[in-house]
Structure formats: structure tokens, C-alpha cells
């Protein structure tokens, strides 16, 4: 649900900075808090960078780092990788223009991928004060009451998570993975996905409908604070430190109080194990199965660090690792 931006990193046009301004929340951060939090970080595998090449034998993949929401600092870094690109035999993205042009299409065919199409809305699934807090913080987040009763519980959480700052733009979607596949085109770079674009859905409707009514309880207590969560990973994501970001929800997410403490950490492994350790996992045989000697990979940001991140993946299968610049 809400989680969902953390991997997204969502970014705004210049011409919308000013609103969607916020508070760094690394630097709001207690000395102890922050210690514990650079503790952490720093024991996960390849916790920092954007950029890395990985070799083995005579097969180079420059990986990536991406986010799916444009920003103008964005255009020096397109113009650093375009040479990357069109010298690369291939660029493996989450998903290319293809893959979307297939999802709006599966979307337009089926609407029950968001929207709840069969049984009650969600007015008659909650109580009925749970209910008008619900389309009170609906009407606030700039989703009409009357819609928010006919969305999925996770597609909800999601579009009210999204302040309206960074719904005006039509460049809003112009993120690093769309230029680099620009940068393919123009270089006539071959572009491939790295999976199929009902993976996400397919993730998110894995649960029944009672079940994502439970969980939107916890996210619905996070909200509030997203242009600050924003603006954090806008700063976290330049300073190539993804993962101190990440690490900084985490800790928010568990200390929510809507679930008890167990079922809050269950909601969050399991999310996560969905989100990325089974994707990056699965992405591993497509990278390895590609044709060529040198292959950009390009994912969120967050699919690179950790134990179960792209990176420490590669390395296991018998790759070297360098960071470079970004």
C-alpha cells in the first residue's frame, strides 16, 4: 500500500518544487536514532549507490538505480548514462512502454484489478465511523468519498498517499527508467522487461478483500506526513542513500499502533518479501538468460542494496562488483 512510495520514489518538476517542499527526515532524526539507523545500514550488503558495474568473464551490466517520478537534476544524470546506453547490447527494464501500454489495456478490460467490482463497497465493510474517517482523510488527499468506496483497499492507500503536489504535472512520470528508454530508442538500443506487468497487481490482489481491509488500518495511520517522506527520499535518492531512507520508514511503519506489534511486523516482512526479495530473486534468470556482453539493468533504486538485492544476487552468481559514478 502506502509502502509502495518507498519504492517508487516519487520525484516532482521544477515548476512544482516550491509545493512539495518538507523536512528532511534524516536530519530531523535524534543523534541516537540516527546511529542506530547508520548501524543498520551499514551492515547490509552494497548500502549505498546508484551506479554499479558487475563483471564476470566478458559479460559487463552496468545496474542502475532508478526512480518512476521526474526531476530536473535528473537530465545530468541521462546525459552521463546515454554513452552507457548506446553502447549496451541491451537495456532491461521493470517494465518498457510495451508493458504499460499492455497494463492500461489489461486495466480497461478488467477494473476489478483496482476496483472492488463484486460485493460490498467499502462503506458497508467498515464500521460506520471508521468509515467517514476514512472518506474524511479520502476528501483530504484529493480522492472523492464516493470513489474511495469502490477502490481496492491497496489502491486507495496508494492514490491517497500521493499529496497534490504531484498530480499536476503531465512530466510527473517522466522518471530516470522512461529517459533511459528514450536514450535506447534514439541510440536503437534493444529494451526488454525484466518481468510481466501483472506482477504488481498480481502481488497487491494476493490477499482477500477482508485482509486489505485489516491492513489499511496501519497505513491509513501514516498518513499525514508525505510531503516530508517525499522531500526524504528526494534528498536520499540524490545522495545515492536509498536504503537510509528505507530504513527510516521501517522503523515508522513498526511503530504504528492501528495493529498489534506482531501483526504490524508480519504486514511489513511479508509486504517486503513480496515487493522485492521475490522479485529480485526472479529477476536474477532474466538478467543471466539476456543475450550479450554488455547489459544495463535499470529498477528502482531499492531493489539494489541488501542481502537479498540485486547486487549482492549478482554476486552471488559469481560476478565482481564496482560503484561507479552517477
Not at 517542499?21 to 546508484?50: H, K, M
Not at 536474477?284 to 535499470?298: F, K, N, R, T
Amino acid at each position: 500500500m502506502r509502502f509502495i512510495l518507498a519504492f517508487a520514489f516519487l520525484l516532482l518538476p521544477a515548476s512544482l518544487w516550491a509545493a512539495c517542499t518538507g523536512t528532511d527526515q534524516r536530519l530531523a532524526l535524534s543523534a541516537s536514532d540516527r546511529a542506530a539507523i547508520d548501524a543498520e545500514v551499514a551492515a547490509a550488503p552494497f548500502a549505498e549507490g546508484n551506479h554499479w558495474i558487475a563483471r564476470r568473464g566478458s559479460r559487463t551490466l552496468h545496474v542502475i538505480g532508478t526512480m518512476h517520478i521526474n526531476d530536473p537534476r535528473l537530465d545530468a544524470v541521462t546525459a552521463a548514462l546515454k554513452p552507457v546506453i548506446a553502447e549496451a547490447d541491451l537495456l532491461l527494464l521493470e517494465g518498457t512502454k510495451r508493458e504499460e501500454a499492455e497494463l492500461m489495456a489489461a486495466i480497461g478490460r478488467d477494473p476489478s484489478l483496482t476496483l472492488i467490482t463484486e460485493g460490498p463497497s467499502l462503506i458497508d465493510r467498515l464500521p460506520p465511523q471508521e468509515w467517514d474517517d476514512l472518506a474524511a482523510k479520502a476528501r483530504a488527499n484529493g480522492v472523492a468519498p464516493w470513489m474511495a468506496a469502490k477502490m481496492r483497499p491497496w489502491f486507495l492507500a496508494v492514490s491517497m498517499a500521493v499529496p497534490p503536489c504531484l498530480r499536476t504535472s503531465p512530466e510527473r512520470t517522466r522518471g530516470l527508467d522512461k529517459r533511459l528508454e528514450q536514450a535506447a530508442d534514439e541510440a536503437g538500443t534493444e529494451t526488454r522487461a525484466l518481468e510481466s506487468p501483472m506482477t504488481l497487481f498480481e502481488v497487491f490482489n494476493s490477499e482477500p478483500l477482508e485482509e486489505q481491509v485489516r491492513q489499511l488500518r496501519a497505513y491509513l495511520t501514516l498518513l499525514g506526513g508525505e510531503q516530508d517522506a517525499i522531500f526524504t527520499m528526494i534528498e536520499s535518492y540524490f545522495d545515492e542513500q536509498a536504503l537510509t531512507y528505507f530504513t527510516i520508514y521501517e522503523r515508522d511503519f513498526l511503530q504504528s499502533d492501528a495493529l498489534p506489534p506482531e501483526e504490524t511486523r508480519r504486514i511489513w516482512q511479508e509486504s517486503m518479501e513480496a515487493m522485492l526479495d521475490n522479485r529480485n530473486r526472479a529477476w536474477i534468470p532474466v538478467i543471466e538468460a539476456a543475450e550479450g556482453d554488455l547489459i544495463v539493468v535499470a529498477a528502482g533504486a531499492l531493489h539494489l542494496p541488501g542481502e537479498t538485492g540485486v547486487l549482492n544476487l549478482l554476486q552471488q552468481a559469481g560476478y565482481t562488483l564496482e560503484r561507479a559514478p552517477f
